[in-house]
């Protein structure tokens, strides 16, 4: 796909999401309809039809997104790769595709998870931080987006900026440009969230710091773990595998019209060890 095809959101950062029906109609008009019965019978009806209704699913939680960006005045839509991107630190080839979770994905997690009292939220690997955003509608006292690529940091800042006027809560924003291997987490209650950012290494090393920091510091904390990918039984063993982690619960969220994908998810509680 050639990057004149998607669109470039501010700061140059180039959305995949955006122009899937129209990309599919220009391949229409240029290949022609036995073209498109050709690779039905290439590939078979039944896997045609979970590509077409795939990316369907696609458009619509993208058509979600954009509302969203529309109503808060910010830019928080897309799936965005990391080639191309200015990365801080030795680790942006172990990062994954910045997509943002849906709102009522998000909500469903919130509503499990309990968020201890004066909690700071912290997103590793944040992306364009919606879900910073999106943590003042659940009394965080702080938000805080962990992200490597400048692009996306810059994209953030002005989504915080943007979004003032709809923080009734009082959150505190920070968006930190930074590897998440370095970041050191704060010393207040934490909830600290991860959208499959990084493969399992970065996990495991991000996890190790933050039982550092609460064993030298105890408080509390929960880890929630999402992902749409097939990275969720390595990424809660993982978590489960990390001193004092214990599963409070895993599942799968329901359908939701704006999301592209049901999530995979896993929340942990901090225990200090005695």
Known sequence: MRVAEVRADRAGVV?????????????????????????????????????VTRN???SIAHTYARRFDRRYGVDTAGSIQLNGL????????????????????????????GVPPDATFIDIGSGKSRTVLLASLYGFRRAIGVEFARELVEVSRANVEGFAPYNKSGTAFEIVHADATTYEFPLQPLVVYFYNPFRRELLEEVLRNLATSLQDHPRPCLVIYATSQSTINWALAAIAETASFTKVESGRTPFFADAVRTLDYGIFRWQPIK
């Open 15 to 51: 959305d995949r999401s955006s122009g899937r029906l129209g990309r599919a109609l220009k391949f229409v008009r240029e290949q022609g309809p036995l073209e498109v019965i050709r690779l039905i019978r290439q590939h078979g009806v039944a896997a045609s039809a979970r590509f």
């Open 56 to 58: 369907l699913r696609h």
């Open 86 to 113: 200015d990365i801080i630190g030795p680790n942006g080839a172990l990062g994954n595709e910045a997509v943002c979770t849906s709102p009522k994905s998000f909500k469903w997690l919130m509503d499990r998870t």
